[in-house]
Structure formats: C-alpha cells, structure tokens
C-alpha cells in the first residue's frame, strides 16, 4: 500500500464552449509597434523573448509604427489588399460551388488572408513553398491564374492535375508552389530537405515551409526542426496558429508550452511570433527572415498568430464545438479591414475606391469561374479521362498497369 | 575481373554515380565519416566532402522527408536506413509523399530517391534486425522494390535504381553481404571470392529494373526466389537431385511476369519460397499471378515456403528461416503431386 494520492488525468479544455462568451483574455497582445527589430544576424539567444511576444505594425488607428514598419509603399500594399479581396472573393464563390454540387470539398482562408498573401510578397522568383492547404494566397499573391485554380477544384478536363487530387491540393513548380500532399506535417522536413539540396549545389534560392498550430504535434515537426538547425538550412518554417485543429483548441498540440514559437527555442533557432492578421507586419517579418536564410545564417521559425474564422472546410460545423460569436471578438480584428484602414490613413484609398474594388474584383473571379464551368465540373461537362488514372504513376507505365488500363479498356 | 563482396559492390556503385552526377548524395545514420555500420558508404565522404555524403540525425522520417525535399529539388539523394526494421518511422514519408508525388502533382515534381536498406536474417539480429518488409512496399503503387543476390547485379541494380525517374526502395540482403550464405548455418560459408556472380566490372553498368535472371535452368519445376533465398535455392536443388528453373526475381515491383510464365509453363510446377512471413506475403502475390497466367499448365498446387507467421525469432532463428532442408522438402512434395 501507498499513502500516494490517486493519479488523474488532465485533458486540456478551451475557456469557453458553445453556448458561452466568447473569451480572449488569455491572449495577450503588445502594443503595435512595441516590440524591437533585432538584426538578421542577432545571437538567437538574446531575442529569445521574441518568441513569447507578438509582433504588430498596424495600431488601433490604423497607423503603421514602430521599427518593422516603413517597408512597403502605397502601390505595393494597393496590391496586397487586391490579393487579399481576391482570395476572400474566390474563397465565397468555391464555398458557393461546392454547395451547389460542383465540387467535392472546398476549404476556406476566412482571417487568414494576411499570413500567405503577405509572406509570398517578400519572396524572390526561385523560391519553393512546401504549403498546407490554406495557403492559397502564395498563389494568387504570385499571379497564379485564379481559372486554374478553380479548374483544380472543378477537377474538370483542364484541371492541372488531371483529376487526382482533391480539390485545393494544388501544384506549382513555376510558382514555388511545392504540391500539397493533404497529409499533416509530412512537407515541412520535405522543405528543410530542399533547403539543404539548395545549399549543397550553393544555389541563392531558400525553402519556405508551412504548418498549423495543431500538426506542430506531429513527429515530422520535430524532425523538421532537427534537421534545420543541424545543418542550419536556408528555410523559413512558418506556424499558422489559426486556433483550431478541426474541432481541437490549440492547447491540446501546445500542452504546458508557452507558445508554439518557443518550441524553436531548445533548438536554437530564432523564434519570432507575429499578428497574423497585418499585413505589414507578416511582411516585415517574413522579410527579415528570408534575409536571414537568404545571407546562409540559418532557418527561423514564425508563429503566425491568427483566427479561421470560417469552418475547417466544407464538411466541418464549427457551432459544434465553439461560440458562434468567438470570431467577432478575435482581438486581432479582421485582415483585409485592417489594411484597408491603414491604406485609407495614408491618403491612399477610400471606403468608395474600395467598395468599387470589391466589385471589379467579383466580375474577375466570377468571370473565371465562368470560363472554368464551361470546361467542367466534377460531376458535369468536360471531366479529365480514366486514361489518365493510370498515367504518371511512374515515369514509364510498367506492364501490370498497362494490363490493368487496358482491362479497362482505355 | 575484380571479385568483390556485395558491400564492396554497393559502396562502388555509389561511388561510379558519385563521380558522375554531382546531384548525387549519400546520407544516413553513421553513413558519413565512420562510413555506415555495414561499411557500405566508407571512404565517400573522404572522396567526396561533407555536403555529399554525411551522417543524419537518428529519424528515419527526417531522412526520408528530407531526401524527398532535395529529389524534388533536382538531386538524387541515395539514403541509408540502418536496418529495415528502423524504416517504420520513415514509411508515411515513402507511402504518402515520395511513391505519389509524380502523380499527384501531373509530373510537376517528381521523386528520384533510391532509399537502401538491409534486409533478411540470419545474423542473430533478433526481431528488430532481421526483417523483410518488402511486400509492405510491394503495395504501394509508385515506388520500385528491388531485392539483390549477389555483388554483380547489387552494383548494376543500384546504378539503375539511382539512375531512375522515380523512388527505388533498395533492399539490400545482409547476409549475402559477405558471401553467398545457402542457409546451411552450421558450416562455414563460402567467400564472394569463389563466386562467379561476385565479378564486378569496373566503372559504370546497370540491370534494368524489372529483368529477372534465371540462375539455374531445370525442366521439373520453377523457384521463383530473390535475395537471399536464390542460394537457398540452388543448394535445395542440388541436394534433393530436382532438376528446379530457379528464377532470381531481382525486381518485385516492376515484376518480369514473362520469364516467370515462360518458366511455369514449362515445367508445370512453381514453389515459391521468402524469408518474409507467410500471410500476404509477395508470395502470395506471385502465387496468384503464376495461377491466373498458367492455370492449364500447372501439375501440381504452388507451394510457398516462407519464414513463419511469427515475430522473426532470436534463438530460435533457423527454426524460423526457410533453409534448404525445408525447402529441398517442398520440391519434393511438388514433385510427387
């Protein structure tokens, strides 16, 4: 016998449940501006504190301040707003098709916006991405055509892919778009790889990868951040904290850690977070990064600090297992809105400019999805061939898929 | 010619691609400086520098994930798991991503990579040093499975393996890497040295992926055989006196069906014999192809001779390997049938 207490389990659980008020008090957010920009090649160790703050540009006001300020002009952050409405207009129309049955599955980038839109900004031509599934902005961002895109998820005759992915798991060589698997986690060592091949041949290119606060518990997590500061590859591994794993808060893949960004710490990679809904500030961030791998100094790791708004994707019900209203009191507010405040602060827009934007940009998207329609849609009109299910899975058809296609028929 | 043992064989075909394609690299556990705990990457990154050959952190998954990020890049990474049986953590990034990477992306990245493993047992290794998990790669459509018997075609299928557009799993016998072992455990094996088959022409050659090799010509039944289990064979042929085809698969995946058919249809009867465990094994693969190629020809039922539906046991390791008794046994029941 033992005079020990029982042993109990703890399993973490979100401060508030459906139903409840929305609570973000836990979250603490620096003031913009507030926090200091170190040099690219600072000693990892003495801005360790970066990983446990926020960095933000954009304030209340919709003033840019503070040292990560200053880098992008009016014209350049006219563009980023356009790849934001792009990506949030396309976002409405894929959601819309796919309830209409035009498509299988369809996953939206609602408050996310900023974090591709603006990190494929401060990239040069060459790069590789190693993205998850809501990273589509890296492709609009890039000048991707959005009818491409749309044949992807229509997997229609002129899909890219020939109809063997699901809808959003796009790939694009020429635009650093490295394919999506659809698996967790499995991309961000691939990019630390790619990254290291890239320093083997002595090439000027860098890696970028992606993952979300929840797939940090994956092993290849773990094994990307390994690899990256043993051979301390030219990658920048990018968090996208959105708050939610499907239906998991993000405290079930954090545990008793302060942040995900700190995890980069006992590795001795710089660790930086920053509000994932400004767009300034992911740009400077990204910048500073890239500069960093670009210069051979090694990877960094970014916790982007954002709210899905929306639903995981199509076949997710978020009212199942959060309040409605929790978005609404996100404190870190809403993208697009944001820069266009700032915008208008600096005299470089208005609300008019941009309501008539708005609707430019709906005419292009919804003028794209016409012109993808008339090729097919999942289920209806021009559909990629059942030949095509056999090609490429190797370089050359080997003789047992050569029989099964010609059991076929095709 | 130059005999050599099938390490020395492996280590020189990844020293010809060394030389002649700089995208061509080399690492894994130990691989680097103390040049692999089998020996088989000593001296490459001497010969070649550190950012060519060297030793990766103990993650098998981080091996394979990132040798997928540098094959999508352009090089030809050549990794090495220690031993098969560590693959396991490694196996989603061969599954999920390199086997479908050319596929799912339309041929926008493509995945060469040749992952080497050793294989097999039969050197007291135990469960975790000694399995073959080839028909756990046989399955997935996108990679290429290749089992080696002797130095000759190590070199040549390795060269190809590296050469190829898509991922080549290698896996590499580690009992024959020292000699032509029969699985006749109890007397002493017989050096690569005495071995025609250990004759590795210098430089640069290769056996395509997918060729079988008929290693002994016979009219009254075929073994169909790879790896270790090719010597196995030609001493259970020998000492029951049966006049066996033995066909040395070399390649799984892609499979030479026609010389295998051509042989069956021969002899009308077919053993099929691995080290792997029994149930789903590839010989049941092999079995059923054999009956849906050469039903009307056959005399006799296919016999699998296999390793046991068992953990691959320590003490008990020759109970459990199918040796030339066990299998000289079946070809002698095949032929009574």
Known sequence: MTDDAPLTLRVPEPAVRPGGTPDFSSVRIPKAGSVARPAVDADPESIRDLAYSIIRVLNRDGEAVGPWAGLLSDSELLDGLRHMMTLRAFDARMLMAQRQGKTSFYMQHMGEEAVSCAFRKALAPGDMNFPTYRQAGLLIADGYPLVDMMNQIYSNERDPLKGRQMPVLYSSRKNGFFSVSGNLATQYIQAVGWAMASAIKNDTRIAVGWIGDGSTAESDFHAALVFASTYKAPVVLNIVNNQWAISTFQGIARGGSGTFAARGLGFGIPALRVDGNDYLAVYAVARWAIERARRNLGPTLIEHVTYRVGAHSTSDDPSAYRPKTESDAWPLGDPVIRLKNHLIVRDAWSEERHKQTEAEILDTVIAAQKEAEQHGTLHAGGQPSVRDMFEGVYAQMPPHLRRQRHEVGV | ?337
């Open chain 2, 1 to 337: 010619m130059p005999r050599k043992t099938m390490i020395e064989a492996i280590r020189d075909a990844m020293d010809v691609m060394m030389a002649r394609d700089a995208n061509v690299v080399v690492f894994g556990e130990d691989v680097g400086y103390f040049g692999g705990v089998f020996r088989a990457t000593q001296g490459l990154q001497a010969k070649y520098g550190q950012s060519r050959c060297f030793d990766a952190p103990i993650n098998e998954s981080g091996i394979v994930g990132a040798a997928i990020g540098m094959a999508a890049y352009g090089l030809r990474p050549c990794v090495e798991i220690q031993f098969a049986d560590y693959m396991y953590p490694g196996y989603d990034q061969i599954v999920s991503e390199a086997a479908r990477l050319r596929y799912r992306s339309n041929g926008d990245f493509t995945c060469p990579l040749v992952v080497r493993m050793p294989t097999g047992g039969g050197i007291s290794g135990g469960q975790t040093h000694s399995q073959s998990p080839e028909a756990l790669f046989t399955h997935v459509s996108g990679l290429k499975t290749v089992v080696p018997s002797s130095p000759h075609d190590a070199k040549g299928l390795l060269i190809a393996a590296i050469e190829d557009p898509d991922p080549v799993i290698f896996l590499e016998p580690k009992r024959l890497y020292n000699g032509p072992f029969d699985g006749h455990y109890d007397r002493p094996v017989a050096p690569w040295s005495k071995h025609e088959l250990a004759e590795v022409p210098d430089g640069h050659y290769t056996i395509p992926l997918g060729k079988a090799a008929i290693r002994r010509e016979g009219t009254a039944l075929t073994v169909l055989a790879y790896g270790t289990m090719v010597h196995v064979a030609m001493a259970a042929a020998t000492e029951t006196g049966v006049d066996a085809e033995i066909i040395d698969l070399r390649t799984l995946v892609p499979l030479d069906l026609e010389t295998i058919a051509a042989s069956v249809r021969k002899t009308g009867r077919c053993v099929i014999v691995h080290e792997a465990t029994l149930t789903s094994g590839f010989g049941a693969e092999l079995s059923a192809l054999v009956q849906e190629t050469c039903f009307y020809h056959l005399e006799a039922p296919i016999k699998r001779v296999t390793g046991w539906d068992t953990p691959y046991p320590h003490a008990q390791e020759w109970d459990y390997f199918p040796g030339p008794a066990r299998l000289g046994r079946a070809l002698l029941e095949t032929m009574e049938q």
